[in-house]
Protein backbone atom coordinates (compact mmCIF):
# COMPACT_ATOMS: atom_id res chain seq x y z
CA UNK A 1 0.00 0.00 0.00
CA UNK A 2 1.34 3.23 -0.95
CA UNK A 3 0.47 6.36 0.58
CA UNK A 4 1.45 9.71 -0.88
CA UNK A 5 2.23 12.54 1.85
CA UNK A 6 1.97 15.96 0.72
CA UNK A 7 3.90 18.37 3.57
CA UNK A 8 6.42 21.15 4.00
CA UNK A 9 9.69 21.08 5.79
CA UNK A 10 8.95 24.15 7.32
CA UNK A 11 5.45 23.09 8.70
CA UNK A 12 5.80 21.05 12.41
CA UNK A 13 2.07 19.73 11.49
CA UNK A 14 3.55 17.99 8.66
CA UNK A 15 6.89 16.87 10.23
CA UNK A 16 4.42 15.14 12.85
CA UNK A 17 2.05 13.23 10.64
CA UNK A 18 5.47 12.22 8.86
CA UNK A 19 6.99 10.52 12.10
CA UNK A 20 3.42 9.31 12.85
CA UNK A 21 3.40 7.15 9.38
CA UNK A 22 7.30 6.05 10.00
CA UNK A 23 5.61 4.77 12.99
CA UNK A 24 2.75 2.77 11.78
CA UNK A 25 5.23 1.69 8.92
CA UNK A 26 6.15 -1.15 11.74
CA UNK A 27 2.36 -1.91 12.03
CA UNK A 28 1.34 -2.30 8.50
CA UNK A 29 4.18 -4.40 6.74
CA UNK A 30 3.15 -2.95 3.03
CA UNK A 31 2.94 0.11 3.75
CA UNK A 32 5.07 2.40 1.86
CA UNK A 33 5.22 6.32 2.55
CA UNK A 34 5.85 8.25 -1.16
CA UNK A 35 6.69 12.15 0.32
CA UNK A 36 6.46 15.35 -1.55
CA UNK A 37 7.26 18.65 -0.56
CA UNK A 38 5.78 21.32 -1.41
CA UNK A 39 9.12 23.32 -1.28
CA UNK A 40 10.62 21.20 -3.95
CA UNK A 41 7.55 19.33 -6.02
CA UNK A 42 5.33 22.13 -6.35
CA UNK A 43 4.19 21.13 -9.85
CA UNK A 44 2.89 17.96 -8.37
CA UNK A 45 1.19 20.26 -5.48
CA UNK A 46 -0.70 22.50 -8.36
CA UNK A 47 -1.34 19.28 -10.64
CA UNK A 48 -3.06 17.31 -7.66
CA UNK A 49 -4.78 20.32 -6.67
CA UNK A 50 -3.47 20.10 -2.61
CA UNK A 51 -4.45 22.90 -1.10
CA UNK A 52 -3.71 22.26 2.68
CA UNK A 53 -0.60 20.31 4.61
CA UNK A 54 -0.08 18.00 5.60
CA UNK A 55 -2.33 16.13 3.30
CA UNK A 56 -2.27 12.24 2.89
CA UNK A 57 -3.98 10.52 -0.37
CA UNK A 58 -4.41 6.80 -1.03
CA UNK A 59 -5.53 6.88 -4.62
CA UNK A 60 -8.61 9.01 -5.22
CA UNK A 61 -9.10 9.22 -1.27
CA UNK A 62 -7.75 12.10 0.16
CA UNK A 63 -7.37 13.07 3.75
CA UNK A 64 -6.35 16.62 5.28
CA UNK A 65 -5.30 17.43 9.12
CA UNK A 66 -4.78 21.11 10.77
CA UNK A 67 -3.51 18.43 13.87
CA UNK A 68 -2.86 15.11 12.79
CA UNK A 69 -3.50 12.71 15.57
CA UNK A 70 -2.53 8.82 15.34
CA UNK A 71 -5.35 7.26 15.39
CA UNK A 72 -7.13 9.43 12.62
CA UNK A 73 -4.26 8.54 10.39
CA UNK A 74 -4.78 4.77 11.26
CA UNK A 75 -8.25 4.65 10.59
CA UNK A 76 -7.36 6.40 7.04
CA UNK A 77 -5.12 3.76 6.23
CA UNK A 78 -7.46 1.02 7.64
CA UNK A 79 -10.31 2.47 5.57
CA UNK A 80 -8.73 2.79 2.22
CA UNK A 81 -6.57 -0.84 2.67
Request: with cysteine; glycine share 2%; net charge positive.
Amino acid sequence: MKIELYKSALCPRCAYAAHILKKLQSEFDDLEVLTYDIATDFSTFKEKKIRMIPTIAYGKHRQSWLFPKEEEIRAFILENR
